[in-house]
């Protein structure tokens, strides 16, 4: 069974950057597509980004196109968010998760099978 843990998640000044990691065991990333995703108390858990491991195709969500990128490195078998430029409407617990869809299908909570517990990512002055 796959397992995912998050990491990397801290407090960050606006303007700052994080690099977020999710490592894998029990399976190996390349045979699924990862995805992050985000949720703000309050708010509903929403689709930040995702790579396919089969066809490396990413996908952002709008409101983090050109800030945010993912990757993936096969040799420490983890998936990566680079986020920069961060605004405090990024603040949020981030997750990845995993879909054994080969491409990525979607940047929606339902499509995703496999999550790990979160990181918190808090943007502040």
């Known amino acids: 069974q796959l397992q995912l843990v998050e990491s990397g998640g801290g407090l960050v000044q606006p303007g700052g950057s994080l690099r977020l990691s999710c490592a894998a065991s029990?399976?190996?990333?390349?045979?699924?597509?990862i995805g992050w995703f985000r949720q703000a108390p309050g708010k509903e858990r929403e689709g930040v980004s995702c790579?396919?491991?089969?066809?490396?195709?990413?996908y952002y969500a709008d409101s983090v196109k050109g800030r945010f990128t993912v990757s993936m490195d096969n040799a420490q078998n983890a998936v990566y968010l680079q986020m920069n430029s961060l605004e405090l409407e990024d603040t949020a617990a981030y997750y990845c998760?995993?879909?054994?869809?080969?491409?990525?299908?979607?940047?929606?909570?339902?499509?995703?099978?496999?999550w790990g517990q979160g990181t918190q990512v808090t943007v502040s002055s």
């Open positions: 029990g399976g190996t990333v390349d045979y699924y597509s």
């Open positions: 790579i396919g491991g089969r066809d490396g195709a990413m």
């Open positions: 998760a995993a879909t054994t869809w080969y491409s990525c299908p979607s940047l929606h909570t339902s499509d995703f099978e496999a």
